[in-house]
Each structure stands twice: as structure tokens, then as C-alpha cells.
């Protein structure tokens, strides 16, 4: 059984960075055919994608946001890591790390999500 958690700070000041840490049990991160994603959903609001790292390490970003985010992973640690510069008050989100059959945007597994909000 795959696990996933997200870890980082819960509370990121306007315009430094946001990053965050997930870290994968029950599989590699490197099996085919699979990718890694970050998620999150403002309150009020819906899921957003915001981007993935393949098994073989090719990154994907949101159009939206590919300006100010960049996905990466530590192979040795079995761990993948988000950071999502310039922050403002609009990016407080719950924030997810899930895994998904590439392409497909389906998701089988996620973490809980952790809360991050954006604050002075």
C-alpha cells in the first residue's frame, strides 16, 4: 500500500517561498508508468493541479503557475518537493501530494493534505 505525506511550514509570509516536502512509502518513485503530483484546493474553492514529476523525472506545470513553480525529487530519500515562489494570500490552500497513472489524471493515492497559509 502506497502512503504519501505532505510536510512543510503551515505559515509562509507574502512573497517568499512555499515549499513543501512529500514522502512516499509502499513505492518508489521512480516505478513505471506513474507521476507524482501537487494539488491543492484554496477554501471555498476546487481541486487545482498544479504540476508533476514523472517517473523519469520530467516535470509538467499548470500554465498558470509554471512562472513561479518548480517540482523536484530526491530518489535516495524517496521523496519529491514543491516550491512556489512570490506567494501571495491567494495561494493559502490545503496542499496535496498524490500519485497518478501518468496522463490520465486519475489519482489513486494521495497524502492528507496539509494546510498552508500565506500571511504577514
Known amino acids: 500500500q502506497v502512503q504519501l505525506q505532505e510536510s512543510g511550514p503551515g505559515l509562509v509570509k507574502p512573497s517568499q517561498m512555499l515549499s513543501l516536502t512529500c514522502t512516499v512509502s509502499?513505492?518508489?518513485?521512480?516505478?513505471?508508468?506513474?507521476?507524482w503530483s501537487w494539488i491543492r484546493q484554496p477554501p471555498g474553492k476546487g481541486l487545482e493541479w498544479m504540476g508533476a514529476?514523472?517517473?523519469?523525472?520530467?516535470?509538467y506545470y499548470s500554465p498558470s503557475l509554471k512562472s513561479r513553480t518548480s517540482i523536484s525529487r530526491d530518489t535516495s530519500k524517496n521523496q519529491f518537493s514543491l516550491q512556489l515562489n512570490s506567494v501571495t494570500p491567494e495561494d493559502t490552500a490545503v496542499y496535496y501530494c498524490?500519485?497518478?497513472?501518468?496522463?490520465?489524471?486519475?489519482?489513486?493515492?494521495w497524502g492528507q493534505g496539509t494546510q498552508v497559509t500565506v500571511s504577514s
Open positions: 514529476i514523472t517517473y523519469g523525472s520530467v516535470t
Open positions: 509502499g513505492g518508489s518513485i521512480t516505478t513505471s508508468y506513474y507521476a
Open positions: 498524490a500519485r497518478e497513472g501518468w496522463g490520465t489524471f486519475e489519482y489513486d493515492y
